[in-house]
C-alpha cells in the first residue's frame, strides 16, 4: 500500500538593511505605494485520491498456467496504486470455474477466455444456464491452443490422436471445453481415445514421466508447465491448421490463427501454426463504478510494472482492449475507455 508522507518545510528569512552614506549622503525610506494592490488567491491543494475500503478477490487459474501469477500482478499494482483498496489473487480451475465463482458472487474479479465467457452467456457447452451476472473490462493476450507430444512422436496432426493417451485438461475447464472442439472438428470423440483429465502441472509430469502421449494445453506462450516439460524431455508441438482451423473459426468467431515463434520452447527450432483464443479480465455486475474506473486506469498506467511481473504485461495494450470482448462492458471502465477514445 502506497504511504504517504508530510514533510515541514522550515524557511528561515534574514533580512539586513545596510546604509551605505557617501559624503554625508541621507538615509534612504520606503515609499507607501497607494495603488491597491490585488487580493491574495487561495493556494489550490492537489484533490486527494480517493480511498476504498474494498476486499476484492480475483479468480486466477492453476498455478502452472498464466492466469495465477498474472493475476497476482494486478492484485499487487492495484493494491500499491489504490489506496485502501486490498484484492487477493485466488488458484483456481480456470475459466469456467472463474464464471461460476463470479456468477455467485463468491469472487469480485476473473481472468477467462473468451470463448468460455461467450458460451456461459449463452448457456450453452458445459453451461446448463445464462450468466449474465459479469461484466466485461478488458482484452489481454491471446491464449494459444498447443498440442504437445515428444519429439520422437508419430503424432503428425489431431487425428492422430485416435487410440493415444491424451489429457485434455482438468474436467470441466475451459482447456477441456476448447480440447473437445478441436477433437470433434477431427471427427474423433473421447470414444476414439484414452482420455485424462490433468491440470497442466499433472500433465507436464506424466507426460515427462511417459505416462501420455499428448497433452493440450491452452495458455498464454510461453507457458510455464511447457517449460517444464521442454526442459527435461525434447517435445515437439503440433500445427492446428488446414480444415481444421478453418472449420473452427468459421463457426466459432473468436477463434483466430496465431503462429508460436520458433525458440519458444527448450528444442522448438521451428515455428508453429496454430489457433487462439483471448484472455480477458471480467468484474461481478454491481462493483462500484468509480472503483472499476480506477481500477481500469491503474492497470493500465502500470502495464510496465506488470511486465516486470509476467512477461504477458507486454501484451496488453490499450487500443486492443475491446478486441474479442465477450461481455457488455462495465459501466466504470466505460467512462475510461470514453476519457481515452477507445471504441
Known sequence: MKKWFGATAILSLSMTMLLVGCGGGGQQTQETSTQPQP???????????????DQLIIATGGTAGTYYPLGGG?????????????????????????????NKGEVDLAL???????????????????????????????????????????????TDLKGKRVSVGSAGS??????????????????????MFLSYAESADAFKNNQLD??????????????DASALKKIRLVPIEGAVAEGLKSKYPFFVDHVIPAGTYNGQDQEIKTIAVQAQL????????????????????????????????????????????SGNVDPGTAKYYQEKGVK
Open 39 to 53: 487580493a491574495a488567491q487561495p493556494t489550490q491543494e492537489a484533490e486527494p485520491k480517493q480511498e476504498f475500503n
Open 74 to 102: 494486478m492484485a499487487t499494482i492495484w493494491q500499491e496504486k489504490i489506496p485502501g483498496l486490498n484484492v487477493t489473487a485466488q488458484s483456481t480451475g480456470g475459466s469456467v470455474e472463474n464464471l461460476k465463482l463470479i
Open 112 to 158: 477467462v477466455q473468451n470463448d468460455i465467457a461467450s458460451f456461459a452467456m449463452d448457456g450453452t457447452e458445459v453451461f446448463t444456464e445464462k450468466f449474465d451476472k459479469f461484466k466485461a473490462v478488458a482484452s489481454l493476450y491471446p491464449e494459444v491452443i498447443q498440442l504437445v507430444v515428444s519429439a520422437d512422436s508419430d503424432i503428425q496432426s489431431v
Open 174 to 195: 475451459g482447456n477441456e471445453v476448447d480440447a473437445r472442439l478441436i477433437l470433434n472438428e477431427s471427427a474423433l470423440t473421447y470414444d476414439d481415445i484414452d482420455e
Open 214 to 227: 499428448a497433452f493440450f494445453v491452452i495458455s498464454g506462450v510461453p507457458t510455464p508447465a511447457l517449460q
Open 282 to 325: 471480467i468484474v461481478r455486475d454491481g462493483l462500484d463504478e468509480k472503483l472499476t474506473q480506477e481500477m481500469t486506469k491503474v492497470l493500465f498506467e502500470n502495464l510496465d510494472q506488470l511486465a516486470t511481473i509476467h512477461a504477458k504485461g507486454k501484451e496488453i495494450s490499450l487500443d486492443k482492449a475491446l478486441d474479442g470482448l
